[in-house]
């Protein structure tokens, strides 16, 4: 049955009735009941359904249960993030989940969105080119899958409770359920609408995750340091520690040119985009078996050259050198001696 969760639009809920009310249990009874108009006998289902389990159980297997990569999922989910900005319908959207946290694998790409007309908006999600399934859709929900594999789980909420929204898909449960746990002591009861006080009753919503954080007592706190490993305490205390974020990377210690086979770009090209990055350095680190025969020493000639070029960025000679099977390496020290910088691979 927890298969069955891994195809578009069955969720544990209606996994659940669908291997109680029906007595199927595997994936190919589930393939069967659908041939069979079976699915569309209970309440909530339809032809739709069926046609969706039978579409998703076509896939191949491996494209079904694969859970990406953040690096194919945050630009992705970034990129519907905003193509749904420009709509004219929307007003805030956002990514959520374990791709907002920035966790290294992410299985559903959430977004939360306000909107004047959010039929509109989820309407306008089915209808993307890149869309080849579309696992639910209503008026405030849209679930699509996109042509590479990739599941879109998109909610248009209130605007008056956006922040209490968005902090909730954002998760971790980890961290949702100990700052409600958290909450309870200081007589309120937080959720994904809103924060109640228990002893008068009255519900707040907020607009955005600062003001909830704010009215929990907490800093706001940086999506990928909710993991409850601490972070509340520290944003009650004060003491949240600061993210390291690109800007503060002032060099780059392992780079190729086209003096390795493997390199795409010139010296100059390289050191061109690590001054444009605002890189304070740049290590050139070339495979060593490539620099034989004088070219290490051509090579050296060249980042001089390049060096008195482009100014304000120290080039640093290094070099990539292998470690042969007796443990040594394939460059002689006195080599070694006169580089800024050794990269050392099996």
Known sequence: VVEFMRLPGLGPKTARR????????TVEGLKEAAEMEQLRTLTGLGPKTEENVLRALARPRKEIEKIPLLGKALPAVRAAVEVLREH???DKVSEAGSARRLKEQVRDLDIIATAKDPAALTGYLTKLTWVDEVAAHG????????????RFD??????????????HFTGSKAHNVALREDAVRRKLSVSEYGVQDTETGEVFTDRDEETLYDRLGYAWIPPELRE??????????????????????????????????DGKNTIEEMALEAKRLGRSYLAVTDHSHYLREGRLEAQN???????ERVGRIKLLRGIEVNIRANGEVDVDEEIL??????????
Do not use: F
């Not at 008026?139 to 990739?150: D, I, R």
């Not at 000639?301 to 060096?307: G, H, K, N, P």
């Open 18 to 25: 669908i291997w109680q009310e029906l007595g199927v249990s």
């Open 88 to 90: 004219p319908a929307s």
């Open 139 to 150: 008026n405030t929900k849209a679930v699509v899958v996109s042509n590479e594999g990739l």
């Open 154 to 167: 998109l909610r248009v909420v209130p605007p008056d409770s956006y922040g209490n929204l968005l902090q």
């Open 228 to 261: 409850n490993m601490g972070e509340l305490e520290a944003a009650r205390e004060g003491s949240l520690p600061d993210l390291v974020t690109l800007d503060d990377i002032r060099g780059d210690l392992h780079s190729h040119t086209t003096w390795s086979s």
């Open 301 to 307: 000639r060249e980042l001089d050259a390049v060096q």
């Open 337 to 346: 001696s006169g580089r800024d910088w050794v990269m050392a691979s099996v």
